[in-house]
C-alpha cells in the first residue's frame, strides 16, 4: 500500500504550485509560517518517528524517503517552498530590471535541459574520475578536506553541465510545426504508458544486464517506441485521407 504515496505525495507536492497561482499562501509572514511548520514536522519524523534524515534514497537505509517517497518529503516540500515564497516579493522588484530579467529567460530556455542532465552529468564525472585512479573519490564525507574540495566540485560539475547545455538546449528551443497532426487519445495513451513503463523498471531495476551487450535492450526498446508513439502522429490509411 505504501506504493500508492507516489500519487498521493507528489500529487500534495504538485498542489504548491497551484495554491501559489490562487494567491491562497498568503502573505511572506505566512510563507515563513508555511516553513516552520515543515521544519517543525521534519524533525519531528526524524528524531521521533523513525524516518530517515537523508531525503532521497541510499543504500543500506532499511527505509527510504523517496522509495516510496513518505510524508517527510511534503515536509521538506512545505520548508523549502515557504522560505522561496518568503522572498518572492524582492525577487519580484529585482527582476523589474532589465539585466536581471534577461538573464532569467535565458536561462529559462534552458532550463529544462539543465534538468535532464544535471544527474548524467554528475555520473559521467564521477565515471571519468574512477577510471583515473579515483581522483578526489576518496575523501572521507565530512572532513575538513572533504569540504574544502567542495566548491572545486561543483565547479567542475558546473562546467561540464554548462558545455551539454549548450550542445542540446537547441532540441528544447525548437518550435512545434503549426500544421502538424494531433494524436489520437489511443495513441498518446499508449505512448505515454510505455515511456512510463520504462523509465519505471529503469528507476527501480536499473539499465544494466549480464547479457553480451550489457544493457536491458528491450527495455530501452520499449521506452523509445514509446517515445516515438507519443511524439509522432501514425500515417492514415489511404482510404481516410479521400
Known amino acids: 500500500m505504501r ?3 507516489y500519487g498521493f505525495v507528489w500529487l500534495a507536492v504538485h498542489q504548491l504550485g497551484y495554491l501559489w497561482r490562487a494567491g491562497c499562501l498568503g502573505s511572506a509572514k505566512s510563507a515563513l509560517l508555511w516553513a516552520a511548520s515543515g521544519f517543525a514536522v521534519l524533525m519531528l519524523l526524524v528524531t521521533a518517528a523513525g524516518y530517515p534524515v537523508g531525503m532521497i534514497s541510499i543504500p543500506g537505509e532499511p527505509i527510504s524517503n523517496s522509495t516510496p517517497p513518505t510524508i ?8 523549502q517552498g515557504g522560505l522561496l515564497l518568503s522572498f518572492e516579493g524582492p525577487m519580484r522588484h529585482w527582476l523589474r530590471q532589465v539585466r536581471p530579467w534577461a538573464a532569467t529567460i535565458l536561462v529559462n530556455r534552458s532550463i529544462m535541459t ?5 544527474m548524467t552529468v554528475f555520473v559521467i564525472v564521477i ?11 576518496t575523501l572521507e564525507p565530512g572532513t575538513w578536506l572533504w569540504w574544502l574540495v567542495r566548491p572545486i566540485w561543483l565547479a567542475g560539475l558546473a562546467v561540464v553541465l554548462v558545455i551539454l547545455t549548450l550542445l542540446l538546449s537547441p532540441l528544447e528551443q525548437r518550435t512545434r510545426k503549426r ?3 494531433s494524436l489520437p487519445l489511443w495513441q498518446a495513451l499508449c505512448g505515454a504508458s510505455m515511456i512510463c513503463f520504462g523509465l519505471a523498471q529503469m528507476a527501480l531495476h536499473g539499465i544494466g544486464d549480464e547479457g553480451a551487450l550489457g544493457v536491458r535492450l528491450w527495455l530501452i526498446l520499449v521506452t ?16 481516410a485521407r479521400r
Open 3 to 5: 506504493w500508492l504515496n
Open 72 to 79: 517527510a518529503l511534503i515536509a521538506l516540500a512545505l520548508l
Open 114 to 118: 539543465l534538468y535532464l542532465w544535471h
Open 127 to 137: 565515471g571519468l574520475l574512477n577510471v583515473s585512479n579515483g581522483i578526489g573519490l
Open 179 to 181: 500544421d502538424r497532426k
Open 224 to 239: 523509445l517506441l514509446g517515445f516515438a508513439l507519443a511524439s509522432h502522429a501514425l500515417p492514415s490509411p489511404p482510404n
